[in-house]
């Protein structure tokens, strides 16, 4: 089959022929039919985030089932489906609570395993991980929620719970901060949006920001005091959806007492151990989420409100390309970005 594959850290990605997946006993594969390019797929390449080598990339897509293990028994060929970036065993008692995403013994495809940016892709534990697709949802809209969206929804709907006509400040107004600003607004909640992009703010206001923050130059807690500023004394709730010490603090320092800050970017290297301003997090009983991908179980709450409208995805997809596209996507992650929202891999037009 055909599939993007690349065999050392920051190594040209090429496109190539490999063998077919293998289908587990447990498990499905998919021919795909859409999948996202992700910045954590641009982690993994340059070694920020290490994965096994070769690898495919590719953690976020939809397709059709083409293949069904011996055992699995919810699942039929020509099944319309897709699937989180964190699938469960689904033999412990996280996956049996529905709790896929912190599973311990969890896999990735993309980065435990060869991922989706390829022709097929196998999928473990399918009676765990797989999720049906309304008929309806194209297949580059369902691919576009597996990870950024699938975490922004998790993220302000289980952690960060905005009532309607709360503040919510997003802080990096990529592909998960635009969803995160997308579902916030989608709650009822005022929503404030930081980056140091003029593209991405205006991505951001067209989204349905009340207001936005130039972030450029500016120090975190200054970028705090922006947001307590601008939200007549802090935001109930703020979202790191970049990633890093300094958005991490600024968030922290945007929030009202009794605020919560949910922590959704990637803190890697470096950053991977931060110094949290824990005397404000005491002295105003500020609440510290960390939310990790999406489970299982609350896919089909999320897929309804996109089927009907309510969350508009496709607002979400700044640009749609070939799997031969894919290589040069990747490593145009490297320079400032030219284009805002998330690309997006079609494999059937």
Same mark, same amino acid.
């Given at each position: 089959?055909?599939?993007?594959?690349?065999?050392? /850290?920051? @190594?040209?990605?090429? %496109?190539?022929?490999?063998?077919?997946?293998?289908?587990?006993?447990?498990?499905?594969?998919?021919?795909? @039919?859409?999948?996202?390019?992700?910045?954590?797929?641009?982690?993994?390449?340059?070694?920020?985030?290490?994965?096994?080598?070769?690898? #495919?990339?590719?953690? !976020?897509?939809? @397709?059709?089932?083409?293949?069904?293990?011996?055992?699995?028994?919810?699942?039929?060929?020509?099944?319309?489906?897709? *699937?989180?970036?964190?699938?469960?065993?689904?033999?412990?008692?996280?996956?049996?609570?529905?709790?896929?995403?912190?599973?311990?013994?969890?896999?990735?495809?993309?980065?435990?395993?060869?991922?989706?940016?390829?022709?097929?892709?196998?999928?473990?534990?399918?009676?765990?991980?797989?999720?049906?697709?309304? =008929?309806?949802?194209?297949?580059?809209?369902?691919?576009?929620?597996?990870?950024?969206?699938?975490?922004?929804?998790?993220?302000?709907?289980?952690?960060?719970?905005?009532?309607?006509?709360?503040?919510?400040?997003?802080?990096?107004?990529?592909?998960?901060?635009?969803?995160?600003?997308? /579902?916030?607004?989608?709650? &009822?909640?005022? *929503?404030?949006?930081?980056?140091?992009?003029?593209? +991405?703010?205006?991505?951001?206001?067209?989204?349905?920001?009340?207001?936005?923050?130039?972030?450029?130059?500016?120090?975190? !807690? $200054?970028?705090?005091?922006? *947001?307590?500023?601008?939200?007549?004394?802090? $935001?109930?709730?703020?979202?790191? =959806?970049?990633?890093?010490?300094?958005?991490?603090? +600024?968030?922290? =320092?945007?929030?009202?007492?009794?605020?919560?800050?949910?922590?959704?970017?990637?803190?890697?290297?470096?950053?991977?151990?931060?110094?949290?301003?824990?005397?404000? *997090?005491?002295?105003?009983? %500020?609440?510290?989420?960390?939310?990790?991908?999406?489970? #299982?179980?609350?896919?089909? !709450?999320?897929?309804?409100?996109?089927?009907?409208?309510?969350?508009?995805?496709?607002? %979400?997809? &700044?640009?749609?390309?070939?799997?031969?596209?894919?290589?040069?996507?990747?490593?145009?992650?490297?320079?400032?970005?030219?284009?805002? &929202?998330? $690309? /997006?891999?079609?494999?059937?037009?």
């Amino acid at each position: 089959m055909r599939a993007v594959i690349y065999h050392e /850290v920051g @190594g040209t990605p090429v %496109l190539a022929d490999v063998p077919e997946p293998v289908c587990a006993s447990d498990g499905v594969v998919l021919r795909v @039919g859409a999948a996202g390019v992700c910045r954590s797929d641009w982690h993994s390449w340059l070694g920020h985030d290490p994965v096994p080598l070769p690898v #495919v990339p590719g953690h !976020e897509y939809a @397709g059709e089932i083409v293949e069904v293990g011996r055992d699995v028994a919810r699942w039929r060929a020509g099944d319309r489906v897709t *699937v989180p970036f964190a699938c469960g065993c689904g033999r412990c008692g996280w996956c049996d609570a529905g709790m896929t995403n912190v599973c311990p013994d969890q896999t990735q495809p993309g980065f435990t395993s060869f991922g989706a940016w390829a022709d097929l892709v196998a999928v473990p534990a399918a009676d765990t991980n797989v999720v049906a697709l309304p =008929a309806a949802l194209p297949y580059v809209d369902a691919a576009s929620l597996g990870c950024r969206f699938a975490t922004a929804y998790h993220a302000v709907t289980s952690h960060g719970v905005p009532r309607p006509g709360d503040w919510v400040a997003v802080h990096g107004c990529g592909g998960v901060g635009l969803s995160a600003v997308l /579902v916030a607004v989608q709650r &009822g909640a005022r *929503v404030i949006g930081v980056d140091v992009s003029p593209a +991405a703010r205006e991505a951001a206001a067209a989204l349905g920001t009340e207001v936005v923050v130039a972030a450029e130059g500016l120090e975190p !807690e $200054a970028i705090g005091d922006a *947001v307590r500023e601008l939200t007549g004394g802090g $935001a109930h709730v703020s979202v790191d =959806a970049l990633g890093g010490a300094s958005s991490m603090t +600024a968030s922290i =320092a945007s929030l009202r007492r009794h605020g919560r800050h949910v922590q959704v970017g990637l803190m890697l290297e470096s950053d991977a151990a931060p110094t949290v301003p824990m005397g404000r *997090v005491l002295a105003e009983e %500020l609440e510290i989420y960390g939310s990790h991908g999406m489970p #299982v179980s609350d896919y089909p !709450e999320m897929l309804a409100l996109v089927a009907s409208g309510a969350l508009d995805v496709s607002r %979400l997809v &700044g640009r749609v390309i070939t799997l031969d596209e894919a290589p040069a996507a990747l490593e145009a992650m490297s320079a400032p970005p030219t284009h805002h &929202g998330m $690309a /997006v891999i079609d494999l059937v037009s």
